[in-house]
């Protein structure tokens, strides 16, 4: 047997759908097996990928063992001559593998092929080639220096920038996301080192296979092989920049030291480290304390200043007759800002991502509550509505400059528009299956139709793919879908580098159930399949969920001698009514106990309007009524069955 291919997989099932369909046109004219190690995914991948690829041999890990276990795990088992440890994020071109196993053969002295990887907007990430670390290397990462420098000899050598991305090169650490090693040289080096649980232990393996001798006496060496390119979305679940990364990251690369370094380097090496972890950390928390809690704490500071500056320019170069309360502006300011705060928060200014639309719709929902309340208050107690006008304004100008810099500085990301133009560049039959999927996901992308291999071949084309670039000028194009029947891998990886920027790529390949992809090379990637339909999982609807279960507790206490009347069980119904109040329950759950939907609250009714207790129809009748209720919701469907099972509610 030729090739061995190793994936590890966890909890990325629809990118490693993607992938094992691109690896298997890979092996079309080579003799190889595909072994994949589960490491206790939870995402029901066992389910979703066994029945998909009979032809991949599978192994299901009750535990998480960690990357490098896991491949040792594959590796026991691989009969190859070439061993490829394969990232599950990733899509390899046909011809791949067979330009890879040729370099080995014109190649003795080859101990361990990386190659050229680009990020899913076809953007060269620079980790294909590295330098080992060094405390030189890493103080000019740490300082800044490589970044001003990306390809200096001296300043860049982390990512080895002095040598050209388009040429092969000896180098000396390959990425994890694709090494292919002779079998005959991980004999000797015994595989990964499974001390590193995550990160690290590619450096490691890279490491000992150039201090591993050849068949001629000297030493292996690692190549970058240039002739082939292959996408890494980066879909795994740690993210750089948490806190999680940070730790995982840089004790792979103590442990690195401690185990190859020795006597007054190795204690340099271990400083920075230090000095790293300590630097990184402290920025990862400032960047998710803002993410987190502190925008919402800089925006109250915002529009409270806001309004006290107003107020003072008012007040002194505009009304300068009139003498405002200090008591009565001590009340209100906070007041108002707290107003803000809210209508803000529920009209979705808060969500992962930040758009300017956003801002500028949670601003006008907040003014205008402000604005109806201010006119609702006594004449007596009114100040100023300019006050009020122009405070929001500079609020809305200052916040806007903000999240500007926070842009700028990559705490914050910028959320594309959820409506926007796609299209789709496939044949008939996987265009259908690609705009059927949308819909059944209830994604509201809109399709602007199908680019075909050329024109002649149908009518209802936009164009061929050789006008693609002319598209995405000519309409407002954000979002291109490729799919697999109409080019071929390696035809859509050359495409998606010559595309301008500002376009989002999703891919899909044919027979697969799922579109994936990816924006960022930092951050984990995002996908699209049949099971992403459920509205519930909204941030909006759940939040509008939990405030109309508080409102309606509160209305129901409010009127309390209504509810004494006409329930049955007055004691039982507002003991119900504190338990959602205190958010132990909702007023609507589901009906039977399943694991395949969102999770939400124990209702006090459920999705057939009636208390479990009295639910009496099969479990496959209300397993249907939960699917119907998760994926169609909205608040208004909750108040509907409030007011059709009110008289359970005391149940």
């Given at each position: 047997m030729q090739?061995?291919?190793?994936?590890?997989?966890?909890?990325?099932?629809?990118?490693?759908?993607?992938?094992?369909?691109?690896?298997?046109?890979?092996c079309k004219n080579i003799d190889a097996e595909i072994l994949v190690v589960d490491n206790n995914s939870n995402d029901g991948s066992k389910e979703f990928l066994s029945p998909q690829f009979p032809l991949v041999h599978f192994t299901w890990n009750s535990v998480n063992v960690g990357f490098a276990k896991a491949n040792n795990q594959a590796?026991?088992?691989?009969?190859?001559?070439?061993?490829?440890?394969?990232?599950?994020?990733?899509?390899?071109?046909?011809?791949?593998?067979?330009?890879?196993?040729?370099?080995?053969?014109?190649?003795?002295?080859?101990?361990?092929?990386?190659?050229?990887?680009?990020?899913?907007?076809?953007?060269?990430?620079?980790?294909?080639?590295?330098?080992?670390?060094?405390?030189?290397?890493?103080?000019?990462?740490?300082?800044?220096?490589?970044?001003?420098?990306?390809?200096?000899?001296?300043?860049?050598?982390?990512?080895?920038?002095?040598?050209?991305?388009?040429?092969?090169?000896?180098?000396?650490?390959?990425?994890?996301?694709?090494?292919?090693?002779?079998?005959?040289?991980?004999?000797v080096t015994a595989g990964f080192d499974e001390t590193f649980f995550m990160y690290g232990e590619d450096v490691d393996l890279s490491y000992r296979i150039q201090k591993t001798p050849a068949d001629n006496g000297v030493n292996y060496k690692n190549y970058y092989f240039a002739d082939s390119t292959i996408i890494h979305f980066k879909g795994e679940s740690t993210k750089k920049g948490s806190l999680n990364y940070v730790k995982l990251f840089y004790s792979a690369m103590s442990l690195f030291v401690k185990k190859h370094y020795s006597g007054s380097r190795a204690g340099v090496f271990n400083f920075l480290i230090q000095i790293g972890i300590f630097l990184r950390a402290i920025l990862s928390l400032i960047g998710k304390f803002i993410q987190k809690i502190g925008l919402p704490v800089l925006d109250a500071g915002i529009i409270f200043m806001s309004f006290w500056c107003i107020k003072y320019l008012w007040s002194t170069f505009i009304r300068k007759e009139v003498n405002y309360s200090p008591n009565m502006?001590?009340?209100?300011?906070?007041?108002?800002?707290?107003?803000?705060?809210?209508?803000?928060?529920?009209?979705?200014?808060?969500?992962?991502?930040?758009?300017?639309?956003?801002?500028?719709?949670?601003?006008?929902?907040?003014?205008?509550?402000?604005?109806?309340?201010?006119?609702?208050?006594?004449?007596?107690?009114?100040?100023?509505?300019?006050?009020?006008?122009?405070?929001?304004?500079?609020?809305?100008?200052?916040?806007?400059?903000?999240?500007?810099?926070?842009?700028?500085?990559?705490?914050?990301?910028?959320?594309?528009?959820?409506?926007?133009?796609?299209?789709?560049?496939?044949?008939?039959?996987?265009?259908?299956?690609?705009?059927?999927?949308?819909?059944?996901?209830?994604?509201?992308?809109?399709?602007?139709?199908?680019?075909?291999?050329?024109?002649?071949?149908?009518?209802?084309?936009?164009?061929?793919?050789?006008?693609?670039?002319?598209?995405?000028?000519r309409y407002p194009v954000k979002e291109i879908v490729f799919c697999e029947d109409l080019?071929?891998?390696?035809?859509?990886?050359?495409?998606?580098?010559?595309?301008?920027?500002?376009?989002?790529?999703?891919?899909?390949?044919?027979?697969?159930?799922?579109?994936?992809?990816?924006?960022?090379?930092?951050?984990?990637?995002?996908?699209?399949?049949?099971?992403?339909?459920?509205?519930?999982?909204?941030?909006?609807?759940?939040?509008?969920?939990?405030?109309?279960?508080?409102?309606?507790?509160i209305i129901f206490l409010l009127s309390f001698p209504v509810h004494l009347v006409l329930q049955k069980k007055p004691l039982r119904f507002f003991k119900n009514v504190f338990t959602v109040l205190f958010m132990q329950k909702t007023w609507i759950g589901y009906a039977a106990i399943t694991d395949k939907l969102p999770p939400i609250k124990k209702g006090i009714l459920t999705s057939t309007t009636l208390p479990a207790s009295l639910n009496d129809l099969p479990v496959e009748s209300l397993l249907l009524s939960d699917e119907w209720y998760a994926t169609y919701y909205s608040a208004a469907t909750d108040v509907k069955k409030i007011i059709r099972g009110y008289k359970y509610l005391g149940f």
């Open positions: 090739l061995s291919i190793i994936i590890v997989n966890y909890n990325v099932k629809y990118f490693l759908e993607q992938c094992l369909c691109s690896v298997l046109k890979a590796l026991a088992q691989a009969k190859g001559n070439y061993v490829l440890f394969l990232n599950p994020d990733t899509i390899v071109p046909e011809d791949c593998f067979e330009n890879c196993i040729s370099f080995f053969e014109s190649h003795p002295d080859a101990g361990a092929l990386g190659i050229r990887m680009i990020d899913g907007t076809g953007k060269f990430l620079k980790e294909s080639k590295r330098a080992f670390p060094s405390p030189l290397t890493s103080l000019f990462k740490l300082s800044g220096f490589t970044k001003l420098f990306p390809h200096s000899k001296i300043f860049a050598r982390y990512h080895l920038g002095h040598l050209s991305e388009n040429e092969n090169h000896e180098v000396d650490v390959l990425a994890g996301a694709y090494m292919m090693i002779p079998k005959k040289v991980l004999d502006l001590i009340i209100a300011f906070p007041v108002f800002t707290v107003i803000f705060l809210m209508a803000s928060y529920y009209s979705g200014l808060y969500d992962k991502g930040f758009k300017q639309s956003q801002l500028s719709r949670s601003t006008g929902m907040a003014a205008l509550v402000l604005l109806s309340g201010y006119a609702l208050l006594p004449e007596n107690i009114r100040f100023s509505r300019g006050i009020l006008v122009f405070g929001i304004a500079m609020a809305f100008i200052i916040m806007s400059l903000l999240r500007w810099l926070l842009l700028q500085w990559g705490i914050l990301s910028r959320t594309e528009d959820t409506y926007r133009q796609t299209i789709v560049v496939a044949g008939e039959k996987d265009f259908n299956t690609v705009t059927e999927l949308m819909h059944k996901a209830g994604m509201p992308e809109k399709v602007l139709g199908r680019v075909n291999d050329s024109l002649t071949s149908s009518s209802k084309a936009l164009g061929s793919i050789h006008q693609l670039n002319h598209l995405i000028t080019l071929s891998f390696k035809e859509i990886i050359t495409t998606i580098q010559q595309l301008p920027g500002g376009v989002r790529n999703k891919f899909h390949a044919s027979g697969s159930s799922s579109i994936v992809g990816s924006d960022n090379k930092d951050i984990s990637g995002e996908y699209l399949s049949v099971n992403d339909k459920y509205t519930i999982t909204n941030p909006i609807n759940r939040r509008n969920k939990n405030l109309l279960d508080a409102a309606v507790a």
